[in-house]
């Protein structure tokens, strides 16, 4: 998502966010946190309603909001029902996750391909995982970790050839297809993406094979360090530079992964390496608070010089999300993590206007950053849901525990739910000689190999 290029013009209104309009919230109380919430939640699907009628596809947000993006508010959403009890837009957003699965239920859907990365696919397995976690109405027969291990299984694979060939010693390639710009880069989304994926799944199933590939791919990219020195989490490095010179930029989101995947390795093991990580990784996560004793977040790569872009612009709420999880699997570090939420949710929910439709702005910390208000539809989306995770990731403390295949939590037709997927129909299941049914470019996709594309 980082390098994409995609510079909006859009008409955006440019009411001052700090009016007499703000939501001015109380951070202690849970059912203003709720209320809130619930706001934000609809100025999202009010503005999902409306694009549905006019652009047809489940699932999708339009131009200029990427795939990766809709994945990641659906996953909002599927918080949403869990943290408030409001339920209304369950049939919705499964409706969502099921729409986008495509042909192999790995949510690598054709429409997507020319843009398919490894995180946008990531984004959409980690919303799966979340179903699978909160107890979700089953889809049909299948089962939500099974949807997220199918995500697991095909980067798996593709982790294990850029192991096998030598290329950078492993870590994912940003671009799924070898014909996209950007299959060159190795980037800390993808990566903390699946590192994340494969430790939730290690706590979901307790299965080994997840908490070993979550190990490797942490040990790999603190070798190449895009979780460099201090534990602060860099943007991604070349493939032709051999993984040498890295992207230093630093963005909240992805310092919130791997928080997260920390956390969760940290409860998995209890050792001391993950418990060393988890403290450096919130520690680092200070680098983005407008100063110390405020706790407000601030994206500063690009925040005050007002050239944060459509992705950059949904970060925080990447983050928020992230780290109110974290503060559940490792208490250890929750007292930070508290602060950064409530305050942060606090000054969040002030640059939100909720009149008659939502409106959100950006920026949190510094008045004198514009931070034009708007609402979804006008380009706001990412606003939204920034505001929406910061504020129902307070709510964590007080919602029931997520779900593992042993848990007992909800009955809500959670069951059956072994996390080892299979539903890659002719890859997985069927083995190779299955795989000339599927198209050069899926196949391809599947197994990750830029030279399968030029032999043929
Ligand atoms: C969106 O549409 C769904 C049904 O399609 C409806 O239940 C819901 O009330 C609508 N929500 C908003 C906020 O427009
Ligand atoms: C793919 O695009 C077509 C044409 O716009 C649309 O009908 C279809 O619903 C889309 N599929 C998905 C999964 O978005
Ligand atoms: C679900 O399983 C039942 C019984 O195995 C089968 O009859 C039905 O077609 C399946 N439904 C779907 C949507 O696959
Ligand atoms: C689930 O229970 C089995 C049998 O008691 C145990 O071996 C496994 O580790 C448990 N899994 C999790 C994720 O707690
Ligand atoms: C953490 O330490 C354990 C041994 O306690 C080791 O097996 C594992 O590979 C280490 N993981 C990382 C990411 O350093
Ligand atoms: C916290 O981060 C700062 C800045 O990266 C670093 O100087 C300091 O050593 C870290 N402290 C701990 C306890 O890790
Ligand atoms: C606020 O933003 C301005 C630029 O727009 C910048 O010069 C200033 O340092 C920022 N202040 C803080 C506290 O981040
Ligand atoms: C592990 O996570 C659970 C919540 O899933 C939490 O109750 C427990 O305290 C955590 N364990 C540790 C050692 O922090
Ligand atoms: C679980 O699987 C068993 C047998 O494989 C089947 O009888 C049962 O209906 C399944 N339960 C659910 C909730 O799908
Ligand atoms: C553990 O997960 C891996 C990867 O999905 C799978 O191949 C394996 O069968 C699973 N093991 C068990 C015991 O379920």
């Not at 179903?131 to 889809?139: Q, R, W």
């Not at 799944?201 to 942490?218: C, E, I, P, R």
Request: include cysteine; glycine fraction near 10%.
């Amino acid at each position: 998502m980082f390098a994409r290029v995609g510079v909006l013009s859009l008409v955006l209104s440019f009411f001052a966010h700090q009016g007499s309009c703000s939501i001015d919230l109380d951070t202690n109380s849970p059912d203003a946190l709720k209320s809130t919430a619930k706001k934000l939640a609809g100025g999202i699907i009010s503005f999902y309603n409306d694009s549905l009628k006019d652009f047809g596809a489940p699932g999708l947000f339009p131009d200029p909001y990427y795939f990766w993006e809709a994945g990641t508010v659906w996953n909002a959403l599927v918080g949403y029902s869990h943290l408030t009890g409001d339920s209304q837009y369950d049939t919705l957003v499964s409706q969502a996750l099921q729409f986008q699965l495509g042909d192999y239920n790995a949510y690598m859907p054709v429409n997507q391909t020319k843009s398919l990365g490894n995180d946008d696919q990531s984004c959409w397995g980690l919303a799966a995982m979340s179903a699978a976690e909160v107890g979700f109405s089953k889809p049909g027969n299948a089962s939500w970790v099974d949807y997220a291990t199918n995500v697991w299984n095909t980067q798996a694979l593709r982790l294990d050839m850029e192991e096998k060939s030598g290329v950078c010693g492993g870590g994912l390639r940003w671009q799924i297809f070898s014909f996209n710009k950007g299959y060159d880069y190795k980037d800390s989304y993808s990566n903390g993406n699946f590192f994340l994926l494969s430790a939730r799944l290690a706590k979901f199933t307790g299965n080994a094979t997840y908490s070993q590939y979550a190990d490797k791919v942490f040990k790999w990219a603190r070798d190449v360090e895009l979780v460099g020195d201090n534990f602060h989490v860099y943007a991604g490095t070349q493939t032709t530079s051999k993984c040498s010179n890295i992207n230093r930029m630093q963005f909240t989101a992805t310092q919130g992964l791997y928080t997260e995947g920390a956390a969760l390795m940290y409860n998995i093991t209890g050792a001391q390496n993950w418990t060393e990580a988890v403290n450096g990784l919130v520690n680092a996560s200070t680098t983005f608070l407008s100063s110390k004793t405020s706790y407000i977040v601030v994206e500063k790569a690009c925040e005050n010089i007002e050239k944060c872009d459509t992705d950059m612009r949904a970060y925080k709420g990447v983050f928020a999300r992230s780290i109110a999880r974290a503060a559940v699997a490792a208490p250890i570090v929750s007292d930070t993590i508290q602060k950064i939420l409530s305050r942060s949710a606090a000054a969040a929910a002030s640059a939100c206007t909720a009149t008659t439709q939502m409106e959100c702005s950006f920026a949190w910390a510094n008045a004198t950053v514009t931070g034009d208000s708007a609402t979804a539809k006008d380009g706001n989306l990412g606003e939204i849901f920034n505001a929406l995770e910061m504020v129902q990731g307070l709510l964590y403390p007080s919602a029931k525990a997520l779900n593992t295949v042993n848990g007992t939590v909800s009955g809500k037709g959670n069951g059956n739910e072994t996390g080892n997927g299979g539903k890659i129909e002719g890859y997985v299941e069927k083995g190779a000689g299955a795989m000339a049914a599927i198209p050069v470019s899926m196949m391809v996709a599947l197994v990750g190999v830029a030279t399968v594309v030029i032999s043929l």
